[in-house]
């Protein structure tokens, strides 16, 4: 079985910043794509931030400048520095492991609000 692990979600004012993590462990081998996506009340989940096995990135428009997605591939770990964040970042955040199948974590609520 694999297991996606997030962690670092919590409640920041406006300006400040949060650095999401997600490890990945169990029977997974090779994993090629790993990213963030992020899903608000009443709102589709949507990509936040990708990056590949050589460390190519894609970033939604509302973040770029602001987020950075990375990876340390020795620890099948995936991370997202958030800063300047804004009310409308609130959001439930997941990660997603791509290799042979797609892996979920369970979600982490990340909360911006003076």
């Known amino acids: 079985q694999v297991q996606l692990v997030e962690s670092g979600g919590g409640l920041v004012q406006p300006g400040g910043s949060l650095r999401l993590s997600c490890a990945a462990s169990?029977?997974?081998?090779?994993?090629?794509?790993m990213g963030w996506y992020r899903q608000a009340p009443g709102k589709e989940r949507e990509l936040v931030a990708s990056?590949?096995?050589?460390?190519?990135?894609n970033y939604a428009d509302s973040v770029k400048g602001r987020f950075t997605i990375s990876r340390d591939n020795a620890k099948n770990t995936v991370y997202l520095q958030m800063n300047n964040l804004k009310p409308e970042d609130t959001a439930v955040y997941y990660c997603?492991?791509?290799?042979?199948?797609?892996?979920w974590g369970q979600g982490t609520q990340v909360t911006v609000s003076s």
């Open positions: 997603k492991v791509v290799s042979k199948r797609e892996y």
């Open positions: 169990g029977s997974i081998f090779s994993i090629n794509a």
């Open positions: 990056i590949t096995s050589g460390h190519s990135t």
